[in-house]
């Protein structure tokens, strides 16, 4: 069975730094979809950023970027100029094809002023 | 905006009730979720179905059932609800198909058994 672990159980960081949540996986797969979500106080799952596993390219949307590596079967989530709106749970999921998606832990983020 | 809707947001039942989360999707999404959501533990899968009267057991589904009626809704229900069901219980959907899409999730349903 696939698994998914957050070795961070919290995180903080100051306003306007960087940041990176951690995430390994592990999968026999080739084929498979990794994602981010952010839930925050309002409990409304978001999905924060997604990677195809057969694509080389780490993908990016803002502020939020991941680095991949997939022989390491490690996928972490980098957040640059971090935000007071950033604060919240963040989850690693995996997803096989028409599998259902399997989450980590969760990394509570705290933001500092 | 597309959405998916849980009944309730906060629950208080006593031990032994039978209890019943209602979730609803508007997007024509096949697939529906039950997750629940602990500390420490993340989201774990409770049922999911791929379609109108079809449901499958998740991960940890003893203590739980099922319906789905109609595609738009998808009801867990706990049986004889105990204090260890106490928990956060995220419902969500996807499109068939769509992989990489990720799910859309409801606010979620914090039941407290007494």
């Known amino acids: 069975a696939q698994t998914v672990t957050q070795s961070q159980p919290e995180m903080s960081v100051q306003e306007a730094e960087t940041v990176t949540l951690s995430c390994t996986y592990d999968?026999?797969?080739?084929?498979?979809?990794l994602f981010w979500y952010k839930q925050p106080p309002s409990r409304q799952m978001i999905l924060v950023i997604r990677q195809e596993a057969y694509k080389q390219q780490n993908a990016t949307e803002n502020r939020f970027s991941v680095n991949f590596q997939k022989a390491a079967k490690s996928f972490s989530l980098k957040i640059s100029d971090s935000q007071l709106g950033d604060a919240a749970m963040y989850f690693c999921?995996?997803?096989?094809?028409?599998?259902?998606?399997?989450f980590g832990q969760g990394t509570r983020l705290t933001i500092n002023p | 905006d597309v959405k998916v809707t849980q009944s309730s947001r906060y629950l208080v039942k006593r031990t032994g009730e039978k209890v019943f989360l209602e979730c609803v999707q508007d997007m024509d999404h096949e697939n529906m979720f039950w997750y629940r959501q602990d500390p420490g533990l993340g989201l774990r899968l409770i049922y999911f179905s791929y379609d109108v009267k079809m449901k499958e057991k998740g991960d940890i589904p003893e203590g739980y059932s099922v319906s789905r009626e109609k595609k738009e809704r998808f009801s867990l229900i706990l049986e004889s609800a105990s204090t260890n069901q106490t928990s956060m219980y995220l419902c969500?959907?996807?499109?068939?198909?769509?992989?990489?899409?990720?799910?859309?999730f409801g606010s979620g349903t914090r039941l407290t058994v007494v």
């Open positions: 999921a995996y997803r096989r094809t028409a599998q259902k998606l399997v």
């Open positions: 999968t026999s797969e080739s084929d498979y979809y």
């Open positions: 969500a959907s996807s499109l068939a198909g769509a992989h990489n899409y990720g799910y859309t």
